[in-house]
T-cell receptor
Framework: EAGVAQSPRYKIIEKRQSVAFWCNPI?????LYWYQQILGQGPKLLIQ????????DSQLPKDRFSAERLKGVDSTLKIQPAKLEDSAVYLC???????????FGQGTRLTVV | DAKTTQPPSMDCAEGRAANLPCNHS???????VYWYRQIHSQGPQYIIH???NNETNEMASLIITEDRKSSTLILPHATLRDTAVYYC??????????????FGKGTLLTVNP
């Protein structure tokens, strides 16, 4: 069974530039999560989708971060403009609805310089 | 969301049992305890979950106290590959049939040869 796919694996950008991350969840998983993990901390939930609807985006910095899941499958997370403090690993995860067993991708490591 | 408290780090000798404690004194009656681990440079990986009863699978055992205010994850025969950060999470409801996983800082388990 294919896992959660994320790209790119690494990205280096200058502050004030924009960046986008892509996630393809496990087939059939209606729930999709984006997490931000700053070095030395646990993952922090940014946004949770069920199909193409947002369930929870309470911790998403909406002035610069946006996410979409137009067809209820793939998702993109965008940052515009990026700040130095956005340097982190961005993790995508998916699960069946109502299940706490989430499957994570390997993440995208973003460095903002 | 029910908070969890874990020791920041623990050591274990290879081949011995690793017992990782977690306190979740504010857990509600219908909230599950989940355990994930994160090996360096990888996304978190599901280990096990439980509500009231003790649980066991091919990876680990989960012991939940009768009052449900604490739990222990047991890796029966730790190997060097079990070196990772272990997260204890109380799964909370984010609306309807949706649940979210809120990660803390976890416990860094180091298995020594």
């Amino acid at each position: 069974e294919a896992g959660v796919a994320q790209s790119p694996r690494y990205k280096i950008i200058e502050k004030r530039q924009s960046v986008a991350f892509w996630c393809n969840p496990i087939s059939g998983h209606a729930t999709l999560y984006w997490y931000q993990q700053i070095l030395g901390q646990g993952p922090k939930l940014l946004i949770q989708f069920q199909n193409n609807g947002v369930v929870d985006d309470s911790q998403l910095p909406k002035d610069r971060f946006s996410a979409e899941r137009l067809k209820g499958v793939d998702s993109t997370l965008k940052i515009q403009p990026a700040k130095l403090e956005d340097s982190a690993v961005y993790l995508c995860a998916s699960s069946l609805v109502g299940q706490g067993e989430a499957f994570f991708g390997q993440g995208t490591r973003l460095t903002v310089v | 969301d029910a908070k969890t408290t874990q020791p920041p780090s623990m050591d274990c000798a290879e081949g011995r049992a690793a017992n990782l404690p977690c306190n979740h004194s504010t857990i509600s009656g219908n909230e599950y305890v989940y355990w994930y681990r994160q090996i360096h440079s990888q996304g978190p990986q599901y280990i096990i979950h439980g509500l009231k009863n003790n649980e066991t699978n091919e990876m680990a055992s989960l012991i939940i106290t009768e009052d449900r205010k604490s739990s222990t994850l047991i890796l029966p025969h730790a190997t060097l590959r079990d070196t990772a950060v272990y997260y204890c999470i109380v799964r909370s409801n984010s609306g309807g049939s949706n649940y979210k996983l809120t990660f803390g800082k976890g416990t860094l388990l180091t298995v020594n040869p």
